[in-house]
């Protein structure tokens, strides 16, 4: 069976090559009921790609540097 070109769905391996994660942490946020969203195809594991990049950007942590106002460096 030819694999489809297009496939919005990822399997377990090619999610963690897209999140750049290993499959251990994947399988063990999957187990904990965290991380990105999955389907079950019968037996198989997928993640849709809408759902990984919508995952990601809900873990985003914010700017590295506090706003100037908030510095310590600026207390007068």
Request: avoid cysteine.
């Amino acid at each position: 069976m030819a694999k489809a070109a297009q496939s919005p769905f990822l399997t377990v391996e090619e999610t963690a090559e897209y999140l750049r994660m290993k499959v251990s942490t994947l399988d063990a946020m999957r187990w904990r009921h965290e991380g990105p969203t999955f389907r079950k195809h019968g037996a198989k594991v997928l993640y849709h790609r809408d759902d990984l990049d919508l995952w990601s950007r809900s873990q985003h942590v914010g700017d590295t540097l506090a706003p100037a106002n908030d510095r310590a460096d600026n207390d007068q």
